[in-house]
């Protein structure tokens, strides 16, 4: 027996919230009958979990390092663009990215359908580390590092970075384990800087290594250990 909304995540339907989401919404079956309580308890052997219509079967769980590269979307579909990473890595099993990654920058993406594991790499509480190479308009100025470490305000809250590095004039090294819309860029930009490019290096334990644009490696669950 498990939750429901377990259940969907293990599918690869979604992470376990978005899954609660999509239960209350009364998109989701059990034995033919709509269940809008997310903590329903079912027989993943014997009963029979429809989402959307389609019958969900236990998938194998994938997970993918891919390049993204500029111009693609962090999205597993969009009505008006191609360009989204999941038409990077193979269709079946149906995989989702974890996080986001801007269309303008480029790097590491993790797509899976274990949708715990997403979860846990994304959510803040857990403390996962992004780590990002940024190139810069103009030369970056060392006292900057110090409000970035404290702390720039935002519409969101106070944003933080957990390390910044300068490793040349205008290149610099960011490591944080929030994940707002754009943050590295909007931080950088409140302090009148431009990034000129913005690549993801890491996310948690895995790294981008070699790969190059548009290409992929398969990852094992074992090397998520955090």
Known sequence: MMRLAKYLALAGVASRRQAEDYIRAGKVTVNGKIHRDVAQQINELADVITYAGRKLEGEKKVYYALYKPV???????????DLVVTRLV????????VGRLDKDSEGLMILTNDGDLAY???????????????ELNRPFDEADGIKLLNGITLTEGVAKVDSVRKVGARRIV?????????QVRRMLGSLNYEA?????VAHGPIRLERLKPKT??????SDFIL
């Open 196 to 200: 000129m490019t913005l690549k993801r």
């Open 120 to 134: 846990r790499l994304s959510h803040p509480k857990f403390v996962v580390t992004k780590e990002y190479e940024v």
């Open 71 to 81: 111009g693609y979307l962090s999205a597993s579909r969009d009505q008006h663009s």
């Open 90 to 97: 193979p269709v079946r099993p149906t995989v989702y990215p």
């Open 174 to 182: 960011i490591k944080l384990h929030q994940g707002w819309n754009r």
């Open 216 to 221: 992929y490696r398969l990852l094992k669950a």
